[in-house]
């Protein structure tokens, strides 16, 4: 189901995450519950997650909204592809973004960075995190296209 479908039936149970992301990958939508990641400038984390099993889940990363420095590349949407992340919805910057965009995955960013993030394994994983306006657990649901990124405490679809 699309967002603007979702939003036109359940406009009471959904939060748009208002901000200007950027698309990037093959998949035209998602959905699935959030595991959240907070962290700047350092992928550490988000490595450390996506290397485990997704099970369909939404990868949630508040990274405060920094574009100088990336936080994702294709090694790591690869691992979100080979261990079952729906998707990915970053409040920062990607780089590989071509690479990513022939991949069979969805990322939501802020923009581009050539520039590799740190290593210190520094952040929190699995608190509540707010993004565009919108406070996310993890369990929250997380509904993505082309439209924009929606968030619930319901399953919709």
């Given at each position: 189901?699309?967002?603007?479908?979702?939003?036109?039936?359940?406009?009471?149970?959904?939060?748009?995450?208002?901000?200007?992301?950027?698309?990037?990958?093959?998949?035209?939508?998602?959905?699935?519950q959030?595991?959240?990641?907070?962290?700047?400038?350092?992928?550490?984390?988000?490595?450390?997650?996506?290397e485990?099993?997704?099970?369909?889940?939404?990868?949630?990363?508040?990274?405060?909204?920094s574009?100088?420095?990336a936080?994702?590349?294709?090694?790591?949407?690869?691992?979100?592809?080979?261990?079952?992340?729906?998707?990915?919805?970053?409040?920062?910057?990607?780089?590989?973004?071509?690479?990513?965009?022939?991949?069979?995955?969805?990322?939501?960013?802020?923009?581009t960075?050539p520039?590799?993030?740190?290593?210190?394994?520094?952040?929190?994983?699995g608190?509540?995190?707010?993004?565009?306006?919108v406070?996310?657990?993890?369990g929250?649901?997380i509904y993505?296209?082309?439209?924009?990124?929606?968030?619930?405490?319901?399953?919709?679809?």
């Open positions: 189901m699309k967002t603007a479908d979702l939003i036109d039936a359940h406009a009471a149970d959904l939060q748009l995450l208002h901000l200007p992301f950027l698309s990037f990958g093959k998949k035209q939508s998602f959905a699935g959030a595991q959240t990641i907070k962290c700047f400038e350092d992928n550490t984390l988000i490595r450390a997650q996506l485990t099993p997704g099970e369909g889940r939404v990868l949630v990363v508040d990274g405060a909204g574009t100088r420095i936080v994702m590349g294709d090694m790591l949407a690869e691992l979100a592809i080979r261990n079952n992340w729906a998707g990915v919805v970053l409040s920062g910057a990607i780089r590989d973004s071509a690479e990513i965009n022939e991949m069979n995955t969805l990322v939501f960013a802020l923009g960075s520039v590799k993030s740190s290593k210190d394994g520094l952040g929190m994983v608190g509540a995190v707010r993004i565009g306006g406070v996310i657990s993890p929250t649901w993505a296209d082309a439209d924009g990124v929606l968030a619930s405490s319901l399953k919709l679809i």
